[in-house]
């Protein structure tokens, strides 16, 4: 089972940036608490962050042919401007989680349309860390594709 975490734009300053939305667990906290979630389960996890739109597509398109089964993904500003970034979801065809620390409902209008939303598997909003923990859960559970 192999599960790549992506993080989009400004999730790199997570622990300083606006703690009272985002908390003060750092990217590194969470990505080094994901990983050993995922080896104590015998899975692989990679976490890649990129405050650039083209790197992100990237990683997506390079997720068809590397084994990548599952993909959690928090894509930070370009959850709510990005066709590009969705039209490679949909062109890998891989599984997802979408995930937001803050409850994106709760916040500006802007905030409240996702381009991924429809397309992912699952949708966790405003449980900070923790919702990061629960996709995970769900991807070992569900396992790797037939
Ligand atoms: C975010 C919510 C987005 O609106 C914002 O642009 C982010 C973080 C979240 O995790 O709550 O960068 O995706």
């Known amino acids: 089972m192999q599960i790549l975490v992506l993080h989009g734009p400004n ?9 009272a939305v985002y ?3 750092t990217l ?8 050993k ?5 015998g899975a692989k996890l990679e976490s890649f962050q990129s ?4 790197a992100l597509i990237d990683r997506v398109q390079a997720a068809r042919l590397d084994g990548t089964d599952f993909v959690i993904i928090n894509p930070g500003a370009f959850t709510h401007t990005s066709v590009a ?7 890998v065809a891989i599984p ?3 995930v937001h620390l803050s409850n994106v409902h709760r916040r500006e209008p802007f905030r409240h349309h996702s381009y991924f939303s429809d397309l992912a598997e699952g949708v966790i909003v405003g449980l900070g860390a923790d919702g ?5 859960g769900h991807a070992l559970k569900r396992g790797p594709k037939a």
Do not use: K, M, V, W
């Open 23 to 25: 908390g003060s667990t």
């Open 85 to 91: 970034l969705r039209d490679a979801f949909a062109g």
């Open 37 to 41: 979630i995922a080896a104590d389960a």
């Open 28 to 35: 590194d906290q969470i990505n080094a608490e994901l990983a």
């Open 132 to 136: 990061y923990r629960l996709a995970l």
């Open 96 to 98: 997802f989680i979408e």
């Open 51 to 54: 405050n650039h739109e083209g």
């Open 11 to 19: 999730l790199n300053l997570l622990g300083t940036r606006e703690p």
